[in-house]
């Protein structure tokens, strides 16, 4: 080479100085005259290069690529492939396999086996999840899946565990189930699966192992199951939310009813999976989490090491073809005969109320099969359609369902009148002389209307039943028990069928579920001593009022007329509580709860007089199409514990009421009232506020006597002698009305939590004209961040809680002046959470919408005081799209009250009535951040208001502004101020997350 490369110098200086040719000074050229060939070269070779072999490259090597090796790809290695390195594979590492990593083995991490990446095939625990979705569950192995079933319209999120990076412990899915029994959502588990991902095993348990072990979260009210399958057969068991200890025996062929078989706890199990089942009655919404799960008695290898020996690895594939494990009596047992025994069995051993195997059922004097049936109206349902599964272990009869909105779809769980076990045609039944009515027992899932009906003379007779035990008088039949009219029974016809049944209204879609746990006549023969008293002291004088005049005195009989003198009073003081005979005590309030009517509209109960400790207030019904007609739920708030005492009055000392209630029938309005002692008579001692479903504070400053329209008197402080929950009328139509009183508090700042502000206690001040100067202040103990945020025009300074009024920050100096048209000049705020890198250091924010249940919070500050300038006194909450503080998710806020024509970016999408008072909804435009934005301003001024900020972020996440997904960065309250607004102050704020 040396050689080489001397020549090739002295050519170019030849060249220079001499002109010679370039065949001179070529590669140990072979003399001209040799050269026979004529391919222009001096050489003896036929390419027209200068080197003396045949191919079209110019060095001496005889493959025809450019490099000096002797192989064909284009490197200067020895080995065969295009890459740069002296192995036989296509990669570019020293080892000899075709991946990219430096070890030995055939997969692409960086540890020594195959089996799950990156992890050595360790574990922790007896649950475990690792990448892809791969799971350690005890003595189980194998990866996670999920299935939407095969029913359309199902669905499932996510499709699979392929993206589960092994973090977590806990798989989760959720989807919706169409409207079918076959529909279904399943979180399954292979069994026995080696990570490699090849075909699972099966598992057979040992002696050791008692059952499975399951720990669920529910994040709907669905029902979710375990099921197994072993032998091509599947066995189930429902799980309760939580922690599940599940036995072999409680895994059952059927275990939707107390029939199946069981699993024998011994043959082996192929899959085991969660899973929702779908329903006839509507489609199912469903989100469940797994958190562990495993076979009791399961034992955990903690040798981590990795076994490289082939003993390992069990290569017995051989399938057992054994027919010894099948049962081949495929005979069906053709025995048909029907016991013609009809002889009645005269032992009357049974209970009053005794069920029998297939749904035969002793009740008192009765017996016969229960039934059931959806009626002859399209697309009702009912669950379920017979009897027949019934082992005779049960108590009780249930069944559940839907009706569609029309008077004539009903549900039924009928009861055949003396009818043989045969199962032959139903006879009749008379009463006799000692059988005064019916008792029922009754059991109601859902608020719903319940009914006894007996049918006599091919006439139906109905009376309403309670949740409980009732005793039915034969004249409480009614041929129209929904009315005060209808003829009764007469306590002497024969009777051929009794049923409980749900009626249908046009008014919506009914859901009802209910179980009969007794019916029988009162006064039948085999009961020796009931103890039942048959003095039912029922008016029997059945003439019809025949004043048809309506009344139009809407006033409340607050007169309860129950005596509840029958043991020790209740405490006083206490949360809200209900006890005997519908007594309430809730803090500061108490009295006797009682339903009332105007004109012809109905309520179910008349009053509460047969109400237990703890019971619910409940009422259903009708009011009638005219606007005077209506029902109330009311509760005296001053009256002793006693035998009919006095109705006393009280002042209310707080800023509003908290109220929860459950409206089952969501298209009929609710109000809220409150009322002084001559409210019943005096419309201008009677102030009400709109009421929505669930929980809410209403403000006493947002009660008007025409609350329909705030076109009357606000509440300003008159003593108060009742609060009630009412169903107004409307021409437009009758109005079907079913809900229940959960909870109705004074508020003393906004929740139950909460202090009253007169005893706040803060810590921290200080003076700043900071641009963003800011101090940390604690409000009983809860750190909370004043800042000046001079953030368009820096001038302006804050005095931070000064004695003696104990005011959270006085705006002491403002000089912007900035256009309405444009934005603020500054924000003087209080915040509580994270905003960017500015927090309150105690806040439980930020936090997922979708994980809040509650956001209580309450501001009062001076803006209605006519303090000079152009501001509005107003909330600002920010959602980030994570937990970091960015807000640039979404803006939500609710303005109090706003001076000298300023209004919120976008434009007015119309008012809409949001924690007792109404707001104008604004919207269309983005925040400062660039995110979707939504305002609420109120449409008359306040100064002083406690509410559940949820209500307002539910409200956003049904306009499409904020996503349950997002994150609740923070909640403040300030002033927006374009000009002027010294003098301005905060005196108390609050936020309470839940």
Not at 328 to 352: I, W
Request: glycine share 10%.
């Amino acid at each position: 080479m040396i050689h080489q490369a001397l020549r090739l110098v002295f050519c170019l200086m030849a060249g220079l100085l001499l002109a010679l040719s370039a065949a001179s000074c070529g590669t140990d050229p072979a003399p001209v005259f040799g050269d026979t060939d004529t391919d222009g070269d001096t050489d003896s070779d036929t390419d027209s290069d200068s080197d003396s072999d045949s191919d079209a490259d110019s060095d001496a090597d005889s493959d025809s690529d450019a490099d000096t090796d002797s192989d064909t790809d284009s490197d200067s290695d020895t080995d065969s492939d295009t890459d740069t390195d002296t192995d036989t594979d296509t990669d570019t590492d020293t080892d000899t396999d075709t991946d990219t990593d430096t070890d030995t083995d055939t997969d692409t991490d960086t540890d020594t086996d195959t089996g799950v990446p990156g992890d050595n095939g360790a574990r922790d625990g007896l649950w475990d999840v690792k990448q892809g979705g791969y799971v350690y569950a005890g003595d189980w192995q194998g990866y996670a899946w999920t299935s939407p079933g095969q029913v359309a319209g199902s669905t499932i999120n996510p499709d699979d565990y392929s993206a589960v990076d092994g973090w977590t412990d806990q798989l989760c899915v959720n989807g919706q189930l169409a409207a079918d029994y076959d529909a279904v959502g399943i979180l399954g588990f292979n069994i026995n699966q080696p990570a490699s991902g090849t075909a699972t095993q099966s598992w057979t348990p040992t002696a050791a192992h008692t059952g499975v072990y399951v720990n669920i979260t529910k994040n709907q009210p669905t029902t979710v199951r375990l099921q197994i399958t072993s032998g091509g057969q599947d066995y189930c068991v429902a799980l309760n939310n939580g922690a599940n200890t599940i036995t072999w025996s409680q895994l059952r062929t059927a275990c939707w009813g107390a029939t199946g078989t069981a699993y024998n706890g011994t043959a082996a199990i192929t899959q085991a999976l969660v899973m929702v089942p779908g329903d006839v009655a509507g489609t199912i919404n469903y989100s469940f989490c797994v958190n562990e799960m495993y076979p009791i008695g399961s034992t955990v290898d903690t040798d981590t090491t990795v076994d490289t020996g082939s003993d390992t690895t069990d290569t017995d594939t051989t399938v057992d073809t054994g027919s010894d494990t099948a049962d081949t009596d495929t005979g069906v047992d053709t025995d048909t005969g029907v016991d013609t025994d009809t002889t009645v069995d005269t032992d009357t051993d049974h209970l009053f109320f005794d069920i029998m195997a297939g749904g035969y059922v002793y009740a008192g004097d009765w017996h016969g099969f229960a039934w059931t049936s959806p009626g002859e109206v399209d697309g009702t349902t009912i669950t379920p359609e017979d009897f027949s599964h019934l082992t005779g272990a049960e108590t009780q009869l249930c069944v559940s369902g839907q009706l569609v909105d029309n008077y004539d779809s009903v549900g039924i769980l009928g009861f055949n009148i003396n009818q043989p076990e045969s199962g032959t045609t139903p006879q009749s039944w008379t009463p006799t002389a000692s059988h005064t009515g019916i008792y029922v027992n009754l059991t109601k899932t859902l608020n719903t209307t319940v009914r006894l009906q007996i049918t006599s003379g091919g006439q139906d007779y109905c009376a309403t039943l309670a949740a409980g035990a009732n005793t039915i008088a034969w004249s409480q039949l009614k041929t129209e028990c929904w009315g005060t009219t209808g003829t009764a029974y007469n306590g002497t016809a024969a009777i051929t069928q009794a049923m409980v049944m749900v009626p249908g209204d046009e008014a919506g879609l009914i859901n009802y579920s209910f179980c009969v746990n007794e019916i029988y006549p009162i006064g039948s023969a085999i009961d020796t001593d009931t103890g039942i008293d048959t003095d039912t002291g029922v008016d029997t004088d059945t003439g019809i009022d025949t004043d048809t005049g309506i009344d139009t005195d809407t006033g409340i009989d607050t007169d309860t007329g129950i005596d509840t003198d029958t043991g020790t009073p209740p405490e006083l003081g206490t949360p809200y509580t209900v006890h005997d005979g519908g007594y309430v005590v809730t803090n500061d309030w108490n009295g006797f709860s009682w339903v009332a009517t105007s004109g012809t509209s109905t309520a179910t109960p008349e009053d509460f007089s047969g109400i237990t400790a703890g019971d619910a207030l409940c009422i259903e019904g009708m009011v009638m199409n005219t606007y005077d007609d209506n029902a109330m739920l009311g509760i005296n708030l001053a009256q002793a514990w006693g035998s009919e005492t006095a109705i006393g009055t009280v002042v209310p000392t707080g800023t509003g009421i908290y109220v929860d209630v459950s409206n089952y029938v969501g298209t009929t309005p609710l109000r809220i009232q409150i009322q002084s002692p001559d409210g019943a008579t005096n419309a201008n001692h009677r102030w009400c506020a709109p009421l929505a479903n669930g929980a809410q504070i209403i403000s006493f400053d947002s009660f008007n006597t025409e609350c329909w329209d705030n076109g009357g008197n606000w509440y300003n402080g008159e003593e108060l002698s009742a609060a009630l929950i009412m169903v107004p009328g409307d021409i437009e139509g009758n109005r079907a009305f079913d809900f229940c009183l959960e909870e109705l508090t004074e508020m003393d700042g906004g929740s139950d939590t909460d202090t009253d502000t007169s005893t706040v206690t803060l810590q921290g001040s200080g003076y700043t004209c900071d641009q963003y100067g800011s101090f940390h202040v604690a409000r009983n103990s809860v750190d909370y961040l004043v800042m000046n945020n001079a953030w368009n025009v820096n001038d302006q300074c804050i005095r931070v809680n000064q004695a003696p009024d104990y005011t959270f920050f006085t705006v002491a100096s403002q000089g912007g002046n900035t256009s309405t048209w444009g934005a603020p000049a500054t924000y003087p705020e209080i915040v509580y959470g994270r905003k960017y890198n500015d927090y309150s250091n105690s806040a439980e924010l930020p936090a997922r919408v979708d994980s809040l249940s509650h956001v209580y919070t309450g501001w009062d500050s001076n803006a209605a005081s006519g303090v000079s300038g152009t501001y509005n006194a107003a909330y600002d909450v920010w959602f980030s799209t994570t937990n970091d503080g960015n807000v640039n998710a979404a803006y939500l806020m609710v303005w109090y009250q706003h001076h000298n024509d300023v209004y919120p970016i976008g434009s007015s999408q119309g008012v809409v009535n949001l924690a007792g008072r109404n707001w104008d909804v604004w919207s269309g435009g983005n925040g400062p951040s660039g995110a979707p934005y939504i305002a609420y301003v109120a449409t008359s001024p306040i100064e002083d208001f406690d509410f559940d900020l949820m209500t307002f972020i539910n409200d956003a996440v049904s306009r499409d502004v904020v996503e349950a997904t997002d994150y609740l960065s923070n909640v403040q309250v300030g002033f927006e101020i374009w000009s002027g607004g010294a003098g301005l102050a905060t005196y108390d704020f609050y936020v309470d997350v839940q």
